[in-house]
């Protein structure tokens, strides 16, 4: 197992004043949700950020290009082949977090802690008793469901909680069920997540992303006054993509010339191909399959309007936190049609930037395909909106504030 610094500690002058430690066991350059939040949190105070993170494939060209120092430690690829290797890769994770946490202070004399999840925090406790240090917790959703699930860690959990200077919320909905299932005095601050434009690349002008909407149409051969629907996501039950597609037949039996295109994969792929072809929508319903970062900005550019039906799934214990895709879609100038579903309402306004349904309401969700379709100027006003909102952004030093 080797652990090492991706930036050579004897160009450390770039960061100034490292009194802050980020610790997440994923970083950029692995595509996710929290590994998003948790680098455009490192980017927004880069002379005072160290990074203790897992490595992964690409991370060494990545680091070297930051202006904030990042160490990685590996786990041996080969956990994922045996029996229980997923347990074992959990215990290296911690072991690794708590034995470079420790060395990274006795190196930088650092103040602050800021834990990226939920996971692990086991060790953040630890933390908090042996070093002289003030912590934060970041939680985004579904780090909340697995202490919950299991007593001694929910006990442990609730310690870390009221142990922690601050814990900081993605969303009012994460707040919300933290606070319904845990009982703590510390501090909670909401930072929603923030639409980081230079993952899609350099998008300078109007004529470029008019380029890039007709070179997505006629790739799929949808004609450029057709209603392209878009959705980005893994292809997992609970991201509604099936109940896209099936209201398709009744929009085209409403002469609604309307496509819809599909970003990711999963699971639901073969079963999402089946639904369409059932429905007689193949030629409908394209596919693109995964699509890195850079390349998402075509697809958005292309799209009329941005749509994820999400739901609480019970069974795969999964909760939407809050939806990155949604402001991205609204950077983009995109309305959106999404459910009132955990912190999605933090990311869709109803009929400020997009139309919030109910995700077990059918009419809902149907006639709010019809009034988007067939309204130009609707789509324009809220894709305008979301452009405002998209923009907005809460600044991490505000946690500071008072401590």
């Not at 469901?145 to 922690?164: D, I, K, S, Y």
């Not at 009982?183 to 300078?204: D, L």
Request: charged residues 20%; glycine residues 6%; proline residues 5%.
């Amino acid at each position: 197992m080797q652990i090492t610094s991706k930036i050579d500690i004897s160009t450390k002058a770039v960061t100034t004043n490292p009194d802050i430690l980020v610790i997440s066991r994923t970083l950029l350059p692995k595509e996710g949700g929290i590994e998003e939040y948790i680098y455009n949190r490192c980017l927004q105070d880069p002379e005072q950020i160290i990074v203790l993170a897992s490595g992964c494939p690409g991370d060494k060209d990545f680091d070297n290009n930051q202006s904030f120092p990042i160490f990685r430690w590996r786990v041996p690829t080969w956990l994922n082949a045996i029996y229980f290797g997923n347990i074992f890769k959990q215990i290296l994770y911690m072991f690794w977090e708590f034995i470079l946490a420790v060395k990274l202070y006795f190196r930088y004399r650092y103040h602050y802690i800021e834990w990226g999840h939920g996971y692990d925090f086991p060790i953040l406790l630890l933390l908090s008793y042996l070093l002289p240090v003030r912590c934060f917790i970041y939680v985004h959703g579904n780090d909340i469901l697995c202490p919950l699930r299991n007593p001694l860690l929910r006990v442990l959990f609730g310690f870390t909680l009221n142990r922690v200077h601050t814990i900081v919320c993605n969303s009012s909905f994460t707040k919300d069920y933290l606070t319904t299932n845990f009982y703590f005095h510390t501090p909670t601050k909401v930072i929603n997540p923030a639409v980081r434009p230079e993952k899609f690349g350099v998008i300078t002008t109007q004529n470029y992303q008019d380029s890039l909407r007709t070179l997505v149409r006629n790739t799929y051969k949808i004609p450029e006054t057709s209603i392209v629907i878009l959705s980005v996501g893994r292809l997992v039950p609970r991201k509604g993509f099936d109940r896209v597609i099936k209201i398709l037949p009744t929009l085209l039996a409403d002469n609604i010339d309307i496509h819809y295109i599909v970003c990711g994969r999963g699971v639901m792929e073969l079963q999402l191909k089946s639904l369409a072809i059932n429905l007689g929508v193949t030629n409908k319903v394209h596919f693109a399959g995964y699509v890195p970062d850079k390349d998402l900005a075509s697809y958005y550019a292309a799209c009329d309007l941005f749509a994820m039906l999400t739901f609480f799934d019970i069974e795969a214990a999964s909760i939407e936190g809050f939806g990155i895709v949604y402001t991205e879609a609204g950077y983009f100038g995109k309305p959106v049609i999404a459910t009132r579903v955990g912190g999605v309402v933090d990311a869709v306004h109803h009929k400020e930037n997009g139309i919030l349904v109910e995700p077990n309401s059918e009419y809902e969700i149907l006639e709010a395909f019809r009034y988007l379709c067939t309204n130009e100027n609707l789509r324009y006003s809220l894709g305008k909106k979301g452009q405002e909102l998209a923009s907005r952004k809460v600044l991490h030093k505000t946690l500071y504030l008072s401590s």
